[in-house]
């Protein structure tokens, strides 16, 4: 197993109302094709530690390297290229473009990264929404869709570019039961059949459960 | 950066957001085609006046200037003495150019000269019935002058060629022969300042178009302006010069002075009173222009600013899944530039059509000027200039909302 993502002594502090140490000398390592479910109490620090591997927060001390990169310190539009790559996202609440179809939102990222020609970027884009099972759906605008069908065109988004890592905030969390299964069986797909590492933040403990391992925080710590 | 995307997000934003971005469009368009109503109006009046003072004005007069202000004998051999001189008159001094036909023949064989008409002027009355009515006359030949202002097509009735074969001839300005009552084949009393008379014919009634022409002037043959004035037959007041290009005449003016030591006066200085007027409105349109085109860019700034508030969630998407600064700001950019060249380009067209429906609108300017219908110019350099004007504005207006769109913390959004 090779690692794909290592975070050494992360330190975050929230300085609103007043100073806060949110993260405490956070260390963990994570593998290619791993499904890790990040649980802990609200307010454990597990988001904020989400957002900080996400590389979009980055105002915290300590380092993060992903595919034997160093991330700590670049650019902001460095670590956009690089998560236009390399990193997949699925949000709580769904977040597509809502005047956009369900094809042009799974596009998108690839349209950015522009390594295929648009006529392979859509013919990709429908193979990871059959993936999800949304082909049907493709050419609808994402905003009359539902919410378990949002979610599940947001994974085809987050696959589009075959990213290393795909993250999760609370990916289920806004879904009923059988569309949670469904996202979780999606999920495992991925990371078993595609080789690709899954990091999720969840309070969902079946989802949890059903992961390879699990990461459990308490009050800024990692405690197993 | 990869504008393919950025252009195709922003045309999607645009036309899910039809009604908004018709609205920010019109703030354009209408800043922009009231500019281009006002230009072609003020650049049409400036050219028409400017055209018109030029006409019937010569390039360069040249003429000796009379004036009373000399220093009297006394102060000029006691200069420093309290000298007291009491009533001082001017000295009695023709007003003549001396040999100036001479001058006006020699300038004629300059090779940038239309044409020189050596004439000799007078104010006079034309008495018709008890009442003197005060006008001026000048003595030319008629065929040098028909070269420097195209009398011929100005007469009204009557004709130029008469005034050749009536010595004692006059062509009137229309304005004065219908304060006067005359027409053609009347006889008038002409009085000088000196108190001559002389019974006069008109044979033509000519119009410049221009009330301070036509209100006062009258053409004679030279021969008998000298008779009446009791003067000899050299006798000239004024040389009046037409050049080919009317530039030139400036810098020429001041060559005649040096040269002949009289008195010059170029048509710039002639006509100043236009020229100043010309300034004035040129300054009040760009002043307006500003003032429209800043309010249509606050519309727009408003507008685009509203636009990226409501699009905050996209931008955080946008980011989150790869989107660099740059890409965000050229988003909302071409959102604005294309807000921009749509509603100049309309604003182009409504100018466009308000001028012409201007330029057929009947204008009633009295004897003051010749006109029937508004003074309009249509020219496409400022056709070009409010396009530029209108993109200009929104590019400044839509780049500070952009940039703020590009300095959005996508983790402050998603995390809710």
Known sequence: MNSVLKATNINKYFYEPEKFQVLKNISFE?????????VGKSGCGKSTLLYILSTMDTTYDGLLMMNGERLTGRTQDQLAAFRNEHLGFVFQFHFLLPEFTALQNVMLPALKLGKYSSKEIEERAYQKLKLVDMQDHALKQSAKLSGGQQQRVAIARALINDPTIIMGDEPTGNLDRKNSEVVFEIFKQIAHENNQTIIAVTHDPDFAKGSDRIIEMSDGQIIS | MNLKISFQI?????????????????????????????????????KFLEDSALDSSPHIRIYKEITSNHPSIIDEVNPSNFNIIYHQLPKNELINIKNGLQIAANIEKEPAILGVSPQISSQVFFNKGPVPFSGQIAGVDVLKENKLYDLKKRIKSGSLESLLSTPNGILMGKVLARNLNVKVGDKITVTTPTGNLKLVKIVGIFGFGIQTVDGVKCYANMSMVQEILQKDKSFVTD??????????????????????GYKTQDWAEANSAFLAGDKIRNGMVIMVSITLLVVAGFGIYNIMNMNVIN????????KATGFAGNDIVSIFLIQSIIIG?????????????????????PFDAGDFLDIKTFPILFEP?????????GITTT????????RKASKIDPVAILRG
């Open chain 2, 10 to 46: 922003a045309k999607t934003h645009l036309l899910t957001k039809k009604r908004q971005t018709l609205i920010a469009m019109l703030g354009v368009t209408f800043g922009i085609a009231m500019f281009i109503v006002m230009i072609s109006v003020i650049k049409g009046v400036n």
């Open chain 2, 239 to 260: 040389i009046h010069i037409k050049m080919k290009d009317s530039q030139a005449a400036l810098t020429y003016a001041k060559v005649l002075t040096n040269q002949y």
């Open chain 2, 395 to 402: 590019i400044l207006a839509g780049y500070m909302p952009a």
């Open chain 2, 311 to 318: 699009k905050m969630k996209d931008i955080a998407i946008l």
């Open chain 2, 341 to 361: 060249i749509l509603g100049a380009l309309l604003g182009i067209i409504i100018g466009f059509c308000l001028s012409y429906l201007l330029s057929s609108m």
């Open chain 1, 30 to 38: 994570a593998n290619r094709g791993e499904f890790l479910a990040l």
């Open chain 2, 381 to 389: 350099k400022y056709y070009g200039l409010g396009m530029i004007f």
